[in-house]
């Protein structure tokens, strides 16, 4: 029987308002709380936050592309990289199934999955200007714009195995990839949208195979999604009025820190 649980109604409401301002917080803020404060067991967190992220994103992708601010054509270009490389894991997990004795393991790789995300939105600034001085400078600029495609293809596949092993990656690594590859066609808003929407159907698949699996908790992913639906819904609204610099910065302090204290407990 499905119980209302307020807690989990208001972090949800949290997290989705985070994803509809930044693109992140699906799974690196909402794994590690459900780890860290609520002590869903790991293989369910993961599970079950898939599922909420691909759910909650869905709402905010009404609003940004009603924008008219999301770019199919690199989101095509990531589907390619994430949605294969999602299957191979998939398969890995099933082959290899991962139990409850390998639990330290995968709070290891989200704590891990956690740091990376808070290091990359901490240096995307510098990755951006980066991507920029070669797509800008002479001698750099054709070769730059020749390797965009497989090089976004390569990101996709990277957060396709990251996302479905862990359930982290989809929002801010993917932003810090586009934001490097992408400096000059996707602006701040326009990035958020375009990895909104690629992070959706990498989302439900992974999901599914962890459907599949028994990983899903549907009385916690109830509580979550009646916070996180009106949350990334307001989120989304604000997302291109509120400096997202600040916004990431506190975010990657909060990440940081959360990725360190789940090391501590591994």
Do not use: C
């Not at 917080?25 to 067991?41: D, E, I, R, S, Y």
């Not at 929002?171 to 602006?187: D, Q």
């Amino acid at each position: 029987m499905f119980g209302l649980d307020a807690m989990l109604v208001v972090a949800g409401a949290l997290t989705g308002m985070l994803v509809g301002l930044t693109g992140v917080g699906g799974g690196a803020v909402m794994t590690p709380l459900l780890l860290l404060v609520f002590g869903v067991a790991p293989m369910s967190a993961i599970g079950t936050d898939l599922w909420f992220a691909a759910i909650t994103k869905v709402a905010a992708t009404r609003v940004h592309h009603g924008k008219g601010l999301i770019d199919w054509q690199v989101v095509r270009r990531l589907w390619t990289g994430s949605l294969p490389a999602s299957a191979l894991t998939l398969v890995w997990m099933a082959v290899y199934p991962i139990g409850t004795n390998t639990a330290a393991f995968l709070k290891a790789s989200i704590a891990v999955a956690v740091v990376l995300t808070a290091l990359a939105m901490l240096f995307q600034k510098q990755l951006h200007a980066l991507g920029r001085r070669f797509r800008t400078t002479t001698a750099s600029a054709e070769h730059f714009k020749a390797i965009q495609a497989p090089m976004t293809v390569a990101a996709g596949a990277l957060l396709g195995v990251l996302v479905t092993l862990t359930s982290i990656g989809a929002g801010a690594l993917g932003v810090v990839f586009l934001a490097y590859l992408y400096p000059l066609r996707l602006t701040p808003s326009r990035l958020i949208a375009t990895d909104i929407v690629h992070a959706i159907p990498l989302a439900m698949f992974a999901g599914a195979g962890h459907l599949l699996i028994g990983n899903v908790n549907f009385g916690l992913l109830g509580n979550l999604l009646i916070g996180s639906i009106p949350g990334v819904l307001l989120g989304a609204m604000l997302s291109s009025r509120l400096p997202q610099v600040i916004l990431r910065r506190a975010l990657s302090a909060i990440l940081l820190f959360t990725g360190f204290k789940l090391l501590h407990l591994v």
